[in-house]
């Protein structure tokens, strides 16, 4: 089990960045995949990103390719993620997950673990 806490979000004009983070407790969080989500409203959970758990694999989705970085610290446990070039269809509440043990993967109900939401909205 894997308890996961986010901050960063905030308010964001169009074209600016934020860095979000998430900060694990748990014996496990290095061994663990883990993933950036998004949630808008009215719209279903999207997958932005996920990293192995040593840190050396990144998965990035099409629409936030290029601008968006995630990146690890295992000695810290803590999970970021780095967004850049920020639009207004960015506007979400984020969320950081752990996938089951095992599994590197874009698919939501591998993460059984998430953390509460972070809100980031960008401004036009």
């Known amino acids: 089990q894997v308890q996961l806490v986010e901050s960063g979000g905030g308010l964001v004009q169009a074209g600016g960045s934020l860095r979000l983070a998430c900060a694990a407790a748990?014996?496990?969080?290095?061994?663990?995949?883990m993933g950036w989500f998004r949630q808008a409203p009215g719209k279903e959970r999207e997958f932005l990103a996920t990293?192995?758990?040593?840190?050396?694999?990144?998965d990035y989705a099409d629409s936030v390719k290029g601008r968006f970085t995630i990146s690890r610290d295992n000695a810290k446990n803590t999970v970021d993620l780095q967004m850049n070039s920020l639009k207004p269809e960015d506007t979400a509440v984020y969320y950081c997950?752990?996938?089951?043990?095992?599994?590197?993967?874009?698919?939501?109900?591998?993460?059984?673990?998430w953390g509460q939401g972070t809100q980031v909205t960008v401004s036009s």
């Open positions: 997950a752990a996938a089951a043990m095992g599994w590197f993967t874009r698919d939501s109900w591998r993460y059984n673990n």
């Open positions: 748990g014996r496990t969080f290095s061994r663990l995949a």
């Open positions: 990293i192995n758990s040593n840190g050396d694999v990144t």
